[in-house]
């Protein structure tokens, strides 16, 4: 299979094994038209809800809690793997420094995989399947929106992995001091293997940004409404986002952006 047969069906296809799907030799064939789907391919049991499932506030000793925690990093992970594939579909790669761009992404979709198997071995030793739970669409909604790498990046890379640096490092010390080290180690891998992915948006978006800064950029390319506030989750982690290459100044605006996002203002979580 070429990059694009590999890339639809681990979008278009229905099953787990299609969204695990291992790209092999990078093949770039000629480019072709395509449109983003209004849904990723799901089979019944992975379909997206329009139930709210709240995010576990604590009590993480409990095995549901657990299970709905592991269970909702999943489901990002998923949704990851989906836009990452979408986007190796929908940019050019007429460049070489598009088809590096592309070589990135790759590396970051197969860590995805990684991560979501992680996730979902852990849930089945706790008797749950991936898909118990209800399903949100929220990351997938943002795909439209993505019209060019740049912009792709700003979302993906320099906000929901880069909030991802901040919610893998509070939940692993969390479940360290809870004593669930199995647990903790999968987000210390997945912190690490995040902390690269956010540094390929830097990477790139800093080629791109012309005579702006990096934080000018960024905002420029982040559609309408994302606000930077998304990038961050309650504890801001300094230290990762420089070992991800991301400058001072672009570090201290997003530690100091503020439009009251409940999600860095809601109060502390109970373990």
């Known amino acids: 299979m070429n990059l694009n047969q590999y890339c639809e069906q681990?979008?278009?296809?229905?099953?787990?094994?299609?969204?695990?799907l291992s790209i092999g030799d990078i093949n770039f064939t000629?480019?072709?038209?395509?449109?983003?789907?209004?849904?990723?391919g799901r089979s019944d049991n992975l379909k997206f809800s329009t139930k709210q499932v709240r995010f576990p506030r604590g009590?993480?000793?409990e095995r549901e809690k657990l299970a709905l925690a592991l269970h909702s990093f999943a489901n990002h992970e998923l949704l990851a793997i989906e836009m990452m594939a979408c986007a190796l579909l929908l940019y050019p790669h007429n460049t070489d420094e598009l088809k590096r761009f592309k070589l990135?992404?790759?590396k970051?979709?197969?860590?995805?995989?990684?991560h979501f198997k992680l996730y979902v071995d852990r849930l089945n030793e706790l008797g749950y399947d991936f898909g118990d739970f209800p399903l949100n669409d929220f990351f997938w909604n943002q795909m439209e929106k993505l019209k060019t790498p740049s912009q792709y990046l700003a979302v993906m890379s320099l906000t929901f992995e880069a909030a991802n640096l901040d919610f893998a490092h509070f939940y692993s010390h969390l479940f360290k001091e809870?004593?669930?080290?199995?647990?903790?180690?999968i987000l210390d891998i997945v912190l690490e293997d995040e902390i690269s992915h956010v540094a390929l948006g830097a990477n790139y978006l800093g080629k791109w940004r012309g005579q702006s800064s990096l934080w000018d950029y960024y905002n420029e390319s982040l559609p309408y409404p994302m606000s930077p506030a998304?990038?961050?989750g309650k504890l801001f982690v300094e230290h990762v986002r420089q070992q991800a290459n991301l400058d001072q100044d672009f570090i201290n605006k997003v530690k100091h952006y503020d439009d009251q996002f409940s999600i860095t203002?809601?109060?502390?979580?109970?373990?």
Do not use: C, M, Y
Request: hydrophobic residues 30%; charged residues 40%.
């Open 10 to 20: 681990i979008l278009l296809g229905g099953s787990l094994e299609d969204k695990l």
């Open 30 to 40: 000629n480019e072709s038209p395509f449109l983003v789907p209004k849904l990723p």
């Open 59 to 61: 009590n993480f000793h």
């Open 104 to 106: 990135g992404v790759i």
């Open 108 to 114: 970051s979709l197969k860590d995805e995989q990684k």
């Open 178 to 185: 809870l004593g669930d080290l199995k647990t903790a180690k």
């Open 230 to 232: 998304r990038s961050k």
């Open 265 to 271: 203002k809601r109060k502390e979580w109970k373990k």
